[in-house]
């Protein structure tokens, strides 16, 4: 069974859910906390949301220089499959893993609701999903604005690293109405929205969340 | 040892909607002629003498700053 590793700032919320979409999709989650040196033998890694580190400084600054953040970046680099929900997308940001940064939303205010979202790349953590079909997840976030210069901006497009698009005006001012990006190579990934809160109809929106715990476990196991 | 200051400021071409709400603020004091205001970070440090000013840029730059979205300023002090 493929393991994959949740990691725990002070501050993270939602490692709890991240952990239930592993399993949820037939994986093994294993738990890595901020101070770990080394990454257990995982193989793939999800950086979860919340406030780490209280958002002090820039959110997720200070968590991507934690001692975990070294080696889940060379093992991003590395071609290890990587996911950054919300602050983890805000982390993978601030560590160089994916290009651009995260600031206040546009209109100040809190958003916490549904969204669309457009599937638009088939990557590690996306190829449950066809490419354009739409998927509704929470949002819930204060600094979700995704922003670039033009010229990353024209190259993430140009080299299909969109992975998801908001299906309306982005809720937060993000440029291009970018919800989620990915690396070159499409291994590692990183997105405002929650799809580990849409894994249940009991609990969420409803299921679409778990097609992206499920796609990397598939490459996982083609891999194997 | 010495004081540095560093002041990170978001970059011309980024939004900064917690200026923009402290612009319109100033308007409703009654004070007039305030064109933009943008909001940043102030920080000092107490150094010693082993931190050349590399090393000080190396901290602002990677650190305090986030040159995707921020531009800065060191200065010694004292």
Known sequence: MSRIGVITFPGTLDDVDAARAVRYAGGEPVALWHDDADLKGVDAVVVPGGF?????LRAGAIAARSPVMGPVVEAGRAGMPVL???NGFQILCEAGLLPGALV?????????????????????????FAVGQDIRVPLKSGEGRYVADAATLDAL????????RY???????????????????GRVVGLMPHPE???D???????????????????????? | MARVIVDVLPKAEILDPQGQAVARAMGRLGVDGVADVRQGKHFELEVDDTVDDAALERIAGSLLANPVIEEWVVRRVQ
Request: one cysteine or more; proline letters at 3%.
């Open chain 1, 157 to 164: 497009e140009g080299e299909g690293r969109v992975v998801f």
């Open chain 1, 167 to 185: 299906t309306e005006p982005a809720p937060n001012g993000a440029l291009r109405d970018i919800a989620g990006i990915s690396s070159a190579d």
């Open chain 1, 52 to 56: 780490s580190y209280g958002d002090y």
């Open chain 1, 84 to 86: 950054g929900i919300c």
């Open chain 1, 197 to 199: 809160h849409a894994i």
């Open chain 1, 104 to 128: 206040r939303n546009h209109g100040l205010r809190f958003v916490c609701r549904e969204v669309g979202l457009r599937v638009e790349a088939d990557t590690a953590w996306t190829s449950s």
């Open chain 1, 201 to 224: 109809a009991l609990t969420g929106p409803g299921t679409d969340g778990l097609g992206l715990f499920t796609s990397v476990l598939t490459r996982l196991t083609a891999a194997a």
